[in-house]
Each structure stands twice: as C-alpha cells, then as structure tokens.
C-alpha cells in the first residue's frame, strides 16, 4: 500500500489538504501469478481546497461537515461564518461518500448546520453542536444531531459527545433516542500524558 498526507498553506487565506491510502489487498500466487486474487482499492479519507480570511471560510471537496463530530464525510462544500470571536457558524451540503468503496453516492444527498463557541486561554471550553439531515431517493433517510463539549486545561483534558437520532427509517414510528454517548479524560504529567 502508499499513503499520502499533505497540508499545504499558500498564503492570502488559500489551503489544499488530502489523505489518499492506495492498497493492492488479496492472496496472490507469488510464484505464477502474482496478482491474480488481488484487488487494488483507493480511499480517499479527505480531499480538501479551501479558503479562509477570517470572518468565513470556504470548503470544497471531500470534508467533515463539522470537526470533531460523528458526522461524517461529505463531497461537497462548507460554508463557515464568524459573527463573534470564539463563535462559528457552518453550513453544509454534498453527497455522503459510499460506505462499501468509498465513492461519491448520487443517490445519499447530506445537508446540516454546525455551530461551535469557544473561550478561555489556560482554560478553554468548547463546545459544538450540529444538525444533519440524510436524504435517500427523494425522502428523509436520518434525522440526528449531535452536541460534544471539550475543556483543556494545562494539567488535563476532557471531552464528551453524545448523538441523538430524531428519525431513522429502519425504525418507523420511534421518537428521538441516544445511539452514541462517549466521554474521556487525559492527565499531562512530567511533561507527558
């Protein structure tokens, strides 16, 4: 397998960042044929050209909607606006990639609004929120929000998320439910963690 990761800063507010792994995976016959069972596969984690100038940002390409969220991945474009220092404001929409080969998915349109409110120096609270709507042939799909929150301070950190599924269609008739709830701390000590 090859793997490239790149970040790449051009100056006046321009980026480009991806994370391509390309793999040949199978059980070849080394001595006669050598690639007869194998199967090459490319998966594109991120594939991102943007711009930022401070007040908005711009995202195009294959993006997580909302940083630090289990939201996913979109091929499409975010649009991040800053009202307030330590306030963000995104607004997205795309495709959600295949799950099986990785590939844009006609068919599984994402749209959703993210928000998140920083403060603090030594110690900072973050807290994101965001709202995603799955579509799949003409209809709603999934319905689900999530709400994480992260304090750092010089001697620790901890973080929790929690997922809250509104609509789901392979349970019709249900109301809103937790399907995902995570917490976790870190302590820095000696220099270390």
Excluded: C, K
């Amino acid at each position: 397998g090859l793997s490239s990761q790149l970040e790449v800063d051009f100056g006046a507010g321009w980026t480009w960042s991806h994370l391509l792994d390309v793999r040949l995976a199978g059980s070849p016959e080394l001595l006669f044929v050598p690639f007869q069972h194998a199967t090459p596969r490319l998966d594109v984690y991120l594939l991102r050209a943007g711009r930022d100038i401070g007040t908005w940002a711009l995202d195009l390409g294959r993006v997580n909607p909302a940083p630090g969220t289990a939201t996913g991945l979109v091929d499409g474009a975010r649009v991040t606006v800053r009202p307030l220092i330590g306030l963000g404001l995104s607004f997205f929409a795309g495709m959600r990639p295949d799950a099986v080969d990785g590939r844009p998915s006609l068919s599984a349109p994402r749209a959703g609004v993210s928000g998140r409110w920083s403060t603090g120096r030594s110690l900072r609270l973050t807290l994101d929120a965001t709202w995603v709507v799955d579509g799949w042939s003409g209809g709603v799909d999934r319905a689900f929000g999530s709400l994480s929150g992260r304090l750092d301070g010089r001697l620790f950190e901890a973080s929790a998320e929690v997922v809250v599924d509104a609509l789901a269609d392979s349970t019709p008739g249900s109301g809103p439910r937790v399907t995902r709830a995570l917490g976790q701390g870190r302590v820095r000590f000696f220099g270390g963690r």
